[in-house]
């Protein structure tokens, strides 16, 4: 058997533990249980004695990995097997999504240490398409980001980018332009501020050009920074995590979390139900609309604040993959009984808001709002990306597609 020290801002929270059959399971330090300020590290791990086991100790921790190709290459330069979670876990475990420190030993919090990352490494990193499999995992960088698109955790110091060494905290993500998907950083950050000029809660991004490209730079909603400088982590957890999920079943028609499952968590555990069920809905309304395929359970967080208190984190992630014909079109998550964005029914709406038992008016008419106030948000939203950006072709192309999506979905609503 192999076990890793699961951390807290330095403090022993439990321990994670793989048997020669590759079964995980978790249990709770005591110390941890007596702790005035304890939490669950997930909703799928209540705070009990004794080893949590099966699928949703499993879940938490392969949660935090990187999928797709992006695991591909970093198993490969660290000489580890593709399916080996708790090995992918010992390397990266050390700067994680939330506040949890994975790692044999436990970490000097009061120590953090950087190496500064030029443009021109960046530029070189991004060209080759695996930046996070060659700075992962070696030379004192312990890093781990869910997902397959590449990208990389930085700290942030003025200008200067940084690549945090061993488990020291960054306060970035910086997404690196796509071959095969063009325009996606500017995508993201255009889709981003529509949904912020919608009323949605969403991270805070900018585009930022390295060499020849322009990269997408994430503001981290789980770390705070103070006026000194001095970060701190905000536990989180996605939705896979807190409904024990793992990560090859995060879309719905594998098997993922159904969108009222995930209602149903966030309106039971959140400080906030009312804002945040609320939000939720139009998050899904907001997808179908902008024709985002990929808003699954990975793309829903919890955040637990300073404080103490449990809300749904700002949306992540938004994009329109409407613009990439290669990618499938129908939503991760089903509305009523219907997965076609572009055939989505008022009765469908109606069903959704029966099954949360929010009522059929209302998840309809947030619809209704949504998509008459999208065109003139989009192009408030793309004058806002010129002035600071200058022009960027995926602009005209969504809203092009847009003006169609939003008088196809209001038709539609009338059935």
């Known amino acids: 058997m192999s076990n890793l020290g699961v951390y807290f801002r330095g403090q022993s929270l439990g321990t994670v533990v793989v048997d020669e059959a590759e079964r995980f399971s978790f249990e709770y ?23 949590h086991t099966g699928e949703p100790a499993h879940a938490f921790f392969a949660n935090l990995l990187p999928e797709g190709r992006v695991r591909s290459l970093v198993a ?13 876990l010992a390397a990266l475990g050390g700067e994680c999504a939330g506040a949890l420190v994975i790692a044999d030993a436990p970490p000097d919090a009061a120590e953090h240490h950087y190496r500064p990352i030029d443009d021109a490494e960046l530029a070189r990193l991004a060209q080759t398409g695996s930046a996070f499999a060659e700075t992962s995992g070696s030379g004192g960088v312990r890093l781990s980001l869910a997902g397959a698109q590449d990208k990389l955790p930085v700290r942030v110091d003025g200008v200067q980018l940084l690549l945090p060494l061993g488990s020291s905290p960054s306060t970035h993500i910086l997404k690196f332009a796509n071959r095969d998907y063009k325009h996606l950083p500017a995508n993201e950050a255009l889709v981003g501020a529509m949904a ?29 920074v103070a006026a000194d400088g001095v970060i701190t982590r905000l536990h989180q957890e996605d939705l896979c995590q807190a ?18 499952r995930c209602f149903r968590m966030i309106a039971d555990v959140s400080s906030e139900p009312a804002l945040d069920t609320r939000a939720l809905i139009r998050w899904l309304a907001f997808n179908a609309i902008v024709g985002n395929a990929d808003g699954h359970a990975k793309n829903l967080s919890l955040v637990r604040s300073l404080d103490g208190k ?14 990439y014909p290669r990618i499938a079109s129908k939503l991760a998550m089903v509305v009523g009984e219907n997965s076609d964005p572009g055939n989505i029914r008022g009765r469908d709406w109606r069903r959704l808001g029966e099954s949360l038992a929010v009522g059929p008016a209302f998840v ?32 005209e192309i969504i809203l092009r597609q847009l003006r169609k999506r939003v008088r196809r979905s209001l038709q539609l609503l009338r059935e």
């Open 76 to 88: 490969r330069r660290l000489g580890i097997s593709e399916s080996n979670d708790f090995g992918l």
């Open 29 to 51: 330090q005591p110390t941890w249980l007596a702790d005035r300020e304890r939490f669950p590290i997930s909703q799928s791990l209540p705070l009990v004695a004794g080893p």
């Open 364 to 395: 309809v008419d947030t619809v209704q709002d949504l998509a008459e106030a999208m065109p003139d948000r989009a192009r408030a939203a793309v004058a806002e990306m010129r002035e600071r950006h200058g022009e960027f072709p995926v602009a």
């Open 310 to 323: 449990l809300r749904l984190a700002p949306f992540y992630d938004l994009l329109s993959t409407a613009v």
């Open 196 to 224: 912020r000029l919608s009323g949605l809660p969403v991270v805070t991004s900018e585009l930022r050009q390295i060499g020849k490209e322009k990269h997408l730079l994430v503001a981290r909603y789980d770390r705070l």
């Open 243 to 260: 409904l024990g999920v793992p990560p090859g079943r995060k879309y719905e028609d594998e098997g993922g979390p159904r969108f009222d």
